[in-house]
């Protein structure tokens, strides 16, 4: 059973700059993908930005070349950098751990509020 933490949200101005964190333990990190959602007030839980086991990210169009994606694999942990934000970035932002070999097993965080003023 995996378990992820996440952390590093909270109420920033627009333009400004978070760094969210996702702390897992209870599995073997190296072997899941990793993705962090998100899901805006009356809106379905969307990908934002994903990283697989070997480090190839992948991004949503609308957070292309503001939001970069990584992993420390040593720390168990996974980062969301995200820049230049929008009132439109506004949602909870989730982790999500998915087994390399058995996408069946997900694992989801508890998530992490992001609020961009205008």
């Known amino acids: 059973q995996v378990q992820l933490v996440e952390s590093g949200g909270g109420l920033v101005q627009a333009g400004g700059s978070l760094r969210l964190s996702c702390a897992a333990s209870g599995g073997t990190f190296s072997i899941y993908h990793m993705g962090w959602y998100r899901q805006a007030p009356g809106k379905q839980r969307e990908l934002a930005a994903a990283?697989?086991?070997?480090?190839?990210?992948n991004y949503a169009d609308s957070v292309k070349g503001r939001f970069t994606i990584s992993r420390d694999n040593a720390e168990n942990t996974v980062y969301l950098q995200m820049n230049n934000l929008k009132p439109e970035d506004t949602a909870v932002y989730y982790c999500n751990a998915e087994h390399i070999m058995l996408k069946s097993r997900q694992y989801w965080g508890q998530g992490t509020q992001v609020t961009v003023s205008s």
């Open positions: 990283i697989t086991s070997g480090g190839s990210t």
